[in-house]
């Protein structure tokens, strides 16, 4: 009842001051020209209420998104809410879900989407201006004398990563923008025939994903030349997203809850058949990962959730952190071999396979974070990288259709986000293990996870300027774990929501 008093009083306000500016026009103007004065002051005050109105209804949704962050997610407000780092982590996944959903056509948000995630992000990111740390400074006095004093800056992991995730962002939106007026693709409604899908119809669990379809002919040299761009930039946007979201996954400590369930031994998280693999006198990561049964994201979650599991037991007892008798005969020198074997496998997974949801490790260190900061950096980094491989997959649907037109379907295989056994199956696994971070964070065209391009890749002046911004990606990474510094690979598991 108040508030709608107190908006009462604001319209009567702002109509008066308007009336007094019409009195003013109506002194100076006469006839006709009165007449257009007076439509256009009722055009300027519905206006000025209509704005006004939606302020004011930004600003209770703006109450009500704090309100919830405040109490962690507990309405009742009896203090049995989450932490304020993953309530905030909730808020920035649910709020990619609700904008983004599926993403399944490649075409550009609508204006009401955009605004939307820009408005809401933009609110939940400001939490982050608050983040300080005490840094040393120079305050000169009156007398002409200097004093060093401490003054509050941008904690530096948020300073550098917030403005980096932003472009990626960015670079996103602003590649589906570039399909907005693309007329040679289309797609299929679901109720579409069999006849009507053609070669195109999908071959996998997906089945609610529309179909593409192309001319006969297939598409014209400028629509492929700008699909095939578009998948680089993409790529690269994944990459970054991936090296972050992992970096600061890394940092955050393993719960105590996590090592509890542990078994005593690595051998018991791997199983007697891969825990012989491994430990064999002669390894071969890629044969390892062709001998399992890849045929599903449920088998190969779980042998992530079995190998992340050996390396902490095995860093653990080398490090002797843990109070437990693991009962293990093995020696320093073979466990720290072992170590390493288990996470190049880890590391191979992880980019072949990029759509997996998260791990164990990953889930029980994001519920128990405290860190708002970080749990802010990983939150935003997972959801770009999930929108860029959904993007991907969407890119990858119309280059596969295009192909099916030129070839026979036999010799162009389903490359589909819902097929773990076929993402990034061609990558050379030798040149992917010689990448380092650095590598992971250019701008230049990865051959490993992109097919033989003939193609160049074209820039134009605003890719040049985001990539200005991304070539502060490189500094992003300082702490590499392990023996992943010299092999170049990313310790930390990919978590999606």
């Known amino acids: 009842m108040v508030r709608a008093v107190e908006q009462e009083q604001e319209s009567k306000k702002l109509t008066s001051t308007i009336l007094d500016f019409k009195g003013s026009n109506d002194n100076k103007d006469e006839g006709d020209n009165g007449l257009n004065s007076n439509v256009s002051i009722e055009e300027m005050v519905a206006a000025f209420q209509a704005r006004e109105k939606q302020l004011l209804n930004e600003m209770d949704q703006m109450k009500e998104k704090f309100a919830k962050l405040l109490l962690g997610e507990d309405m009742s407000g009896g203090g049995t809410g989450v932490s304020s780092a993953l309530a905030l982590s909730n808020a920035i996944t649910n709020l990619a879900a609700s904008v983004f959903g599926e993403q399944s056509r490649l075409e550009p948000m609508s204006t009401e989407r955009k605004a939307r995630w820009r408005k809401e992000m933009a609110w939940l990111l400001s939490v982050t201006d608050h983040i300080v740390e005490l840094v040393p400074s120079h305050q000169k006095n009156k007398d002409g004398s200097d004093m060093e004093i401490m003054v509050t800056k941008q904690r530096n992991d948020l300073l550098m990563n917030i403005p980096a995730l932003r472009t990626l962002d960015r670079m996103l939106i602003d590649g589906l923008d570039t399909f907005k007026d693309q007329t040679e693709f289309y797609y299929l409604s679901k109720d579409a025939s069999d006849s009507e899908k053609g070669n195109n119809k999908r071959e996998d669990d997906k089945w609610w994903l529309p179909t593409v379809k192309v001319p006969p002919d297939g598409l014209s040299e400028a629509a492929r030349k700008n699909l095939q761009v578009q998948k680089e930039c993409v790529t690269q946007v994944l990459k970054a997203a991936m090296a972050i979201n992992a970096q600061h996954l890394s940092e955050m400590e393993i719960p ?17 058949s891969i825990y012989k693999s491994i430990t064999d006198e002669f390894f071969d990561p890629d044969q390892f990962l062709s001998s399992m049964d890849l045929s599903s994201e449920h088998k190969i979650l779980d042998l992530k959730n079995r190998i992340e599991a050996s390396i902490v037991i095995w860093k653990r007892k080398m490090h002797q952190k843990d109070s437990k008798s693991w009962g293990s005969g093995v020696s320093m020198e073979k466990r720290e071999l072992f170590e390493e074997r288990v996470e190049i496998i880890l590391h191979l997974i992880k980019h072949r396979f990029p759509g997996l949801p998260q791990s164990s490790l990953d889930i029980s260190k994001i519920e128990y974070n405290k860190d708002v900061g970080q749990a802010v950096l990983e939150s935003y980094s997972r959801i770009l990288e999930s929108l860029a491989h959904t993007v991907m997959s969407r890119i990858e649907d119309v280059i596969r259709a295009d192909l099916l037109t030129q070839d026979p379907p036999e010799s162009n295989p389903t490359k589909d986000d819902s097929q773990p056994n076929s993402v990034h199956a061609g990558d050379d696994s030798e040149s992917t293990n010689a990448q380092t971070l650095s590598d992971l964070l250019t701008w230049t065209t990865d051959q490993n996870d992109n097919e033989d391009q003939t ?40 978590s999606r929501h």
């Open 256 to 272: 105590e809850s996590y090592i509890e369930s542990l078994p005593k031994n690595g051998r018991a998280s791997l199983g007697d």
């Open 455 to 494: 193609e160049p890749q074209l820039e134009t002046p605003k890719e040049n300027n985001d990539q200005k911004h991304l070539t502060k990606l490189n500094m992003l990474i300082t702490k590499k774990i392990s023996y992943l510094e010299s092999l170049g690979g990313l310790r930390s598991p990919t």
